[in-house]
C-alpha cells in the first residue's frame, strides 16, 4: 500500500488513532470499554498496526453515540451500517459483514411475515438511531415506530406489537421468552462498513477500502467473527 506516513497523519492526526466502538451490538464488538473484543476491535487494531500508531478505544453502548464521536472529531474511525442518512458525514468503506434486521412479537400476534408488520395498528420498538432505526423511519408507511434504548426494552415495558433487532440477539431473546418468536425472514439487510469523516484525504479514505477488502479475502474478518463466537456473514467482495 505504499508509504503510509501521510495516511497516519490524516486518519490519527493526534498520533493515536481513536476507534469509536458500539459494545451494544453483540454481533460486532463484546466486553467492557476497558477490555473491548470482537470484530471491530480487531480491524482497528489492524488498521492501526498497518499505520504503526497506537489505538484508543472510545466505547458506546449505541450506534448513534459512536456516529456522533465520529462526526464531532471525538475519534477518528467509526463501525457503522451503511445507511444513506449517514452518506452526508460519513465515508464509508465497502461491508466487512452482514447482518439481519429481524422482529420479534408475541406467539399471539396476527403477523407471520416481515410485510405484515407495516399496519396501523402496530407499534414496533427499535433502539434509537440504529442502522434498523433510520431504515424503517425511512420505508414504513402504516406502522409507527417507539424509539428507546432498546427495542425490547420498549417492547416489554409499553406492551409493544414488535421489536426489532439484529437476528443473533433478537433469537437469543425469543429462546429466553416464551411466548415470543422471531418472524421468519428478514426486514433488511444490514452492510456493517469502516468508516471515517469524508474530510480526510482520498488517499486515506481508499486505504481504508482497500484494507477492508484485503481483511475479507485473506480470511481476518472471518477468523474475527470466529474468535468472538458470532455466526454472522462476511462481505462479498466489493
Known sequence: MGDLSAVAGDLAPTGTLRAAVNLGNPVLAHGTPAKPGGVTVDLAREVAARLDVPVRFHCFDAARKSFEALTSGAADLGFLA???ARADRVAFTPPYVVIE?????TDGSPCTTTAEVDRPDVRIGVKEGSAYDLYLTRTLRHATIVRGEDGVTAFEAQGLEVAAGIRQPMTAYAAAHPGTRVLPGRFMEIRQAVCTTPD???ETIAFLGDLVEELKATG???DALRRANQDATVAPPA
Request: charged share 20%; no cysteine.
Open 82 to 84: 451503511i445507511e444513506p
Open 200 to 202: 480526510r484525504r482520498p
Open 220 to 222: 481476518f474478518v472471518a
Open 101 to 105: 434486521g429481524v422482529y420479534v412479537v
